[in-house]
């Protein structure tokens, strides 16, 4: 029986584990982690609004109804691609066919200081780790006499004007104008202050203009200063400093202007180009090496001219055109090359305010709200994460309530 190992447990190896699955192939899951976490929602994790397990499934509980497969948790160090053997932390792992989809990490473009200051949302940790920072800040502020220094620990600046960054300042200020207010009456909702920094001159690039505008606009409304054609250049514990030499006096910076390969494709001794992303054939393997498979945002493939972007549904096509080009060799079948079919793009803004866009149709408002809480819903994995979700987002859209206003550690000075 043929193996198939895959590594990265994220949306492209997901949906190859699925395709393969009861196909009489023998399927290895190898992931350093044991869970599969829904990243497009770390955001609200990090603002309170949900627990951060209502966003992760169990890898064990997926492989249960996937014949043939089972999952092995394990650090991946390196592989003999002559031998196709996987070297892991648990062992090694021979293989016919390799999927790897290691997913991406933060790009700071090389500034070390931003790197060592900014918080950003890639893993379950950090989200935790920016909402115990959030409202650490908020004990701090109330306990603190100097208003300058006040203002600071009440200043939040977002660099990186696409979804993330817009999903993120607008749950912030949601967070801060409804339910923090609330609960820190001694702090006014006007000495908040959330920046969104984005080095363009709109947001959500990849959208039409049109949609930018109505983002940018409610946003404003909702109180956040937006500051365009501006760069972070530099950051310490409190301040954030930009291109022109200005300074903002603040204590969190949310990074989220850029995201770059994992340095996984160099420990297996793949090639790599821009943005340590492994180019690959028109079938997702790369040159030489046809058993070796990489999807999602380490794979770079270009498409009418472009490369395609590192999102959710670009791995999620690859990880099911992966699997399908390994069945297609098994059974001798004709293997046709991957084509990327774009169905849109989507971001919440707040309250019954998003944006989204699919086969030309732009949406704005409380039908695109909708149509982003369906789908997302609709991809989250698990009953009873679907459930929880569902029911927080009810609560907090008739109540303004949310309940995981929670500080899980006691560091005070980050």
């Given at each position: 029986?043929?193996?198939?190992?895959?590594?990265?447990?994220?949306?492209?190896?997901?949906?190859?584990?699925?395709?393969?699955?009861?196909?009489?192939?023998?399927?290895?899951?190898?992931?350093?982690?044991?869970?599969?976490?829904?990243?497009?929602?770390?955001?609200?994790?990090?603002?309170?609004?949900?627990?951060?397990?209502?966003?992760?499934?169990?890898?064990?509980?997926?492989?249960?109804?996937?014949?043939?497969?089972?999952?092995?948790?394990?650090?991946?160090?390196?592989?003999?691609?002559?031998?196709?053997?996987?070297?892991?932390?648990?062992?090694?792992?021979?293989?016919?066919?390799?999927?790897?989809?290691?997913?991406?990490?933060?790009?700071?473009?090389?500034?070390?200081?931003?790197?060592?200051?900014?918080?950003?949302?890639k893993k379950l940790a950090d989200a935790e780790q920016l909402r115990n920072h959030?409202?650490?800040?908020?004990?701090?502020?109330?306990?603190?006499?100097?208003?300058?220094?006040?203002?600071?620990?009440?200043?939040?600046?977002?660099?990186?004007?696409?979804?993330?960054?817009?999903?993120?300042?607008?749950?912030?200020?949601?967070?801060?104008?409804?339910?923090?207010?609330?609960?820190?009456?001694?702090l006014p909702a006007r000495e908040a202050r959330i920046m969104l920094i984005e080095a363009a001159d709109r947001l959500l690039l990849a959208m039409p203009e049109k949609l930018s505008a109505y983002s940018a606009r409610k946003l404003r409304e909702m109180g956040v200063e937006l500051l365009f054609g501006r760069k972070v250049t530099g950051a310490t514990a409190e301040t954030v400093e930009l291109d022109g030499s200005d300074t903002i006096a603040a204590h969190t910076l949310f990074w989220s202007a850029g995201v770059c390969a994992a340095p996984l494709a160099a420990k297996l001794g793949l090639p790599q180009a821009g943005g340590g992303r492994v180019p690959v054939t028109g079938q997702l393997s790369v040159a030489g090496r046809p058993e070796v498979f990489v999807v999602g945002d380490m794979a770079l493939l270009q498409q009418d001219g472009s490369p395609l972007p590192m999102v959710a549904p670009v791995a999620m096509q690859m990880g099911v055109h992966a699997a399908k080009t390994i069945l297609a060799r098994e059974w001798q079948r004709p293997i046709t090359p991957f084509r990327y079919r774009d169905k849109g793009s989507m971001a919440t803004i707040g309250r019954s305010a998003a944006v989204a866009t699919t086969h030309g149709l732009s949406l704005t408002g409380y039908p695109a709200w909708l149509a982003w809480l369906l789908l997302h819903l609709y991809y989250l994995i698990g009953f009873r994460n679907r459930t929880v979700v569902m029911l927080n987002w009810a609560y907090y859209y008739w109540f303004h309530e949310r309940q995981v206003r929670l500080i899980t550690d006691n560091e005070r000075n980050r």
């Open positions: 029986m043929k193996r198939v190992v895959i590594v990265g447990m994220g949306f492209g190896g997901v949906r190859a584990a699925r395709e393969l699955a009861g196909q009489g192939l023998e399927i290895v899951l190898v992931d350093r982690n044991n869970y599969h976490l829904f990243q497009p929602l770390l955001y609200q994790v990090a603002t309170a609004g949900l627990e951060q397990e209502s966003i992760a499934y169990p890898v064990r509980a997926m492989a249960r109804s996937w014949p043939g497969s089972r999952f092995i948790l394990a650090e991946v160090s390196g592989a003999d691609l002559d031998a196709r053997q996987l070297q892991t932390s648990a062992g090694d792992i021979p293989y016919d066919y390799l999927i790897v989809g290691g997913g991406s990490v933060t790009n700071y473009f090389g500034n070390e200081a931003v790197a060592r200051h900014a918080f950003d949302l959030i409202l650490w800040s908020c004990e701090k502020a109330v306990a603190e006499s100097n208003p300058e220094r006040r203002r600071a620990l009440m200043t939040f600046v977002i660099v990186g004007g696409g979804p993330t960054g817009v999903e993120f300042a607008g749950a912030l200020i949601e967070l801060v104008h409804y339910v923090l207010s609330k609960d820190y009456p001694e």
